[in-house]
């Protein structure tokens, strides 16, 4: 068994790997827009895709997703989030997941997701 923490920083890593004999499981941070200009599409656009570059540097992806839970300051962006997740996700593959509402770090996030996926 091992575990390997990515990106770390002084008050959290951006991923922990477990290792254990035959594959593991990845803890994705909360990821959020790098540009919170943009609008609830495009936030959860940005999302998705740092979520897929941590799967990727990992060694697993989006098909491998156990548990996503999501947060949403203004329910009214439900819609549109889902949106951008269902055109994202893989037919078939839809992991379990909550949706929040809850207050950001930033007022300006639209989004927070905190992901768990298999190796």
């Not at 994705?28 to 990727?56: E, H, N, W």
Request: hydrophobic share 50%.
């Amino acid at each position: 068994m091992s575990i390997q923490r990515f990106d770390v920083g002084t008050r959290l890593s951006e991923m922990a790997v477990h290792r254990t004999g035959e594959g593991g499981t990845v803890y994705l941070a909360g990821q959020v827009a790098a540009d919170a200009s943009q609008d609830i599409r495009g936030q959860t656009a940005q999302v998705l895709a740092a979520i897929d570059a941590l799967l990727a540097r990992a060694g697993t992806d989006k098909r491998r997703l156990l548990r996503v839970e999501i947060f949403l300051p203004d329910l009214a962006d439900f819609p549109a989030l889902n949106e951008v997740w269902e055109a994202w996700l893989p037919a078939g593959e839809a992991p379990p997941r909550a949706t929040v509402n809850a207050a950001l770090a930033k007022p300006e996030w639209k989004v927070e997701m905190l992901v768990t996926a298999a190796l």
